[in-house]
């Protein structure tokens, strides 16, 4: 049987690019031609989403991903459905199946939160002994996997002395 295990609806996004988007078009055109060869298709992402604390990741060579993994999909990060998107991929499947799925559920009223005051904060450099009392010293930087460290953040630091005449 066809199979296509992950099938684009979206990209990700990279810090410093603008929002990814792939056309829903292009997502209709490519459904379509795949659920006409009765292929299985599992939609990577169908729902936007939040990677919380630090499971957002990076691409390489170095580029950093946003908390929100938003992806430009039909659900949008907070479970809204009404995107031309999702519309289209509705259509499509009850075009080529013949069927009509349930109606989705009614949307719930976005919450309004007003302002947040943030009253305290603290510096890195005052942090540390807090979050890393025990550091670990090393003539070399030591790679997450030799830390230990399955994701987050380390925090590299090294003195430099040399003689500022000499260098002129």
Do not use: C
């Amino acid at each position: 049987p066809y199979v296509n295990s992950e099938f684009y609806t979206g990209w990700l996004d990279h810090w410093g690019h603008p929002h990814a988007h792939v056309s829903t078009d292009a997502i209709v055109k490519s459904l379509t031609a795949m659920l006409n060869l009765n292929a299985s298709v599992n939609m990577y992402m169908f729902e936007g989403g939040t990677n919380f604390a630090f499971w957002n990741g990076a691409n390489t060579p170095y580029s950093p991903q946003p908390t929100s993994y938003d992806y430009n999909a039909p659900l949008t990060e907070s479970g809204r459905y009404l995107t031309e998107k999702y519309t289209a991929i509705r259509t499509v499947i009850m075009q080529v199946t013949g069927e009509t799925p349930p109606s989705p559920p009614a949307l719930e009223p976005a919450q309004k939160l007003g302002q947040v005051p943030f009253t305290e904060a603290v510096s890195l450099p005052d942090a540390l002994s807090y979050i890393s009392p025990h550091p670990i010293v090393g003539k070399t930087p030591i790679s997450f996997e030799d830390l230990g460290q399955n994701y987050g953040f380390v925090l590299y630091s090294t003195k430099v002395s040399f003689d500022t005449m000499s260098a002129m």
